[in-house]
């Protein structure tokens, strides 16, 4: 509970602040203060300038003493010391540092019934001190939490309003809104704070997760939210891939393109935007326009290797097999050799093998399949698991032996491919 109050209203330092406030007080004990207009007060009323010059020194002096008090954590104390001082008028002078000294008194009163656990006490202090200082942060703020403690929350709503209405930009107090909001599932009246911070800080992007849970708790969607921020800002980039995630997420390809299509207008070179405009075409089956956009990619960013993994995927199943390994081989030497570019270098060997053979390999055919599984047991050492199958798998069934060497009546140490289907492949095979 200490901490709390020591958060809320910068206690930290309060040692500090408290010696300061001692020595002030302790100073106009010593050589007075000058007392205020008596004329609607009721206790100060009737006293004489003598009366209130005594009342307003016992004042300073009581205020040290439950200064003190508050500051050593004797909360009995403090509170005899403070309700003291609202007997004898206190409230109604400016004895204390300048302004009503109801400031002094109220909060700390207040926050002491807090520490010994009398919250019924403290929101009846907490009122009174709004009496004085009916547009005092510090109180309203004590009063919302009191009350909401309290469980009263019509109440907190009151004192939150009325916190609020001193600047309708306090992010303090809206985020302190939602939070009452959302714990009490009042989550219609969460929305519209939501939507007040939101348009004091567009890019706050708490509160915009908050909106989409409070949308998913109201069963409505939660992409409403991503696609109300975009319209309302169609040229905020960021907006729009936020927007274009979800659709995508939701298998809305159709509105992803055309949303993708909009957003390149504002920035033709975001790959991010081509990737979801690639993988949506992905998606509805437009293989060529899916490649159009990652082929985009590659102009803007040569060293993304896995864009041109994807891309040499795309062409093997064009069954262009000379293009796929183009893109391979970019990919072998942007990501410095990792093994899932390996891999895909082997895939395209694998696949243009399994295109140009039957069910009788031919020597040439087998050099192509081992050529593959060079790739994919390199790939495997590289720490690309899923890679060690495959090659497992050639090595039992598809790759030359000994006698295949034997019976062929090539020579040379190594040899590369021959055929039509092969004619690009310059990549040869030691003799066994």
Not at 254 to 265: P, S, W
Not at 274 to 292: P, R, S, T
Not at 425 to 431: D, H, L, P, T
């Amino acid at each position: 509970m200490w901490q709390f109050f020591q958060e809320i209203n910068g206690l930290s330092k309060e040692g500090e602040s408290n010696l300061k406030n001692v020595a002030i007080i302790l100073g106009l004990f010593l050589f007075g203060c000058a007392p205020t207009s008596t004329s609607d007060s009721n206790v100060s009323k009737g006293l004489s300038e003598e009366e209130l010059k005594e009342r307003n020194n016992e004042c300073a002096l009581y205020n040290s003493f439950a200064a003190g008090n508050y500051q050593n954590r004797d909360y009995d104390s403090a509170v005899e010391n403070y309700k003291y001082m609202v007997d004898i008028g206190c409230s109604e002078c400016a004895c204390l540092g300048g302004g009503q000294d109801a400031e002094y008194i109220y909060a700390y009163f207040g926050r002491s019934y807090i520490e010994l656990g009398k919250l019924d006490s403290a929101i009846y202090i907490f009122k009174q001190g709004l009496k004085y200082l009916e547009d005092d942060e510090a109180l309203l703020e004590n009063a919302q939490w009191t009350a909401g403690k309290l469980g009263n929350l019509e109440e907190q709503i009151y004192y939150l309003d009325k916190w609020l209405a001193l600047d309708e930009s306090n992010l303090k107090v809206l985020n302190k809104f939602s939070e009452v909001y959302k714990e009490n599932e009042l989550f219609d009246d969460q929305i519209q704070i939501l939507n007040m911070i939101l348009k004091i800080n567009p890019s706050n992007k708490s509160a915009n997760a908050e909106k989409k849970a409070a949308f998913q708790a109201l069963g409505k969607d939660e992409l409403d939210v991503d696609k109300e921020r975009w319209n309302a800002d169609p040229s905020n980039v960021q907006y729009g891939k936020d927007y274009v995630k979800g659709l995508l997420d939701r298998d809305r390809n159709e509105e992803a393109v055309q949303v993708c299509n909009e957003l390149l207008v504002y920035d033709k070179y975001d790959t991010q935007i081509l990737k979801y405009l690639g993988d949506a075409h992905l998606n509805l089956y437009n293989e060529d326009l899916a490649i159009e956009a990652y082929e985009s990619i590659a102009n803007i960013d040569k060293a993304d290797y896995l864009n041109a993994i994807e891309l040499s995927r795309l062409y093997i199943n064009k069954e262009d097999f000379e293009i796929a390994f183009k893109w391979a081989e970019s990919a072998v030497q942007f990501s410095g050799g990792k093994g899932v570019a390996l891999n895909q270098r082997a895939e395209v060997y694998f696949s243009i093998a399994e295109s140009c053979s039957s069910e009788s390999l031919t020597f040439w055919d087998k050099i192509v399949f081992e050529i593959a599984w060079e790739d994919y047991s390199e790939a495997a050492k590289s720490g690309y698991a899923r890679a060690k199958s495959r090659a497992d798998f050639l090595y039992e069934n598809n790759i030359t032996t000994s006698s295949d060497w034997f019976m062929t009546s090539e020579t040379g140490d190594e040899l590369m491919p021959k055929g039509d289907c092969y004619s690009w492949i310059n990549r040869s095979i030691k003799r066994k």
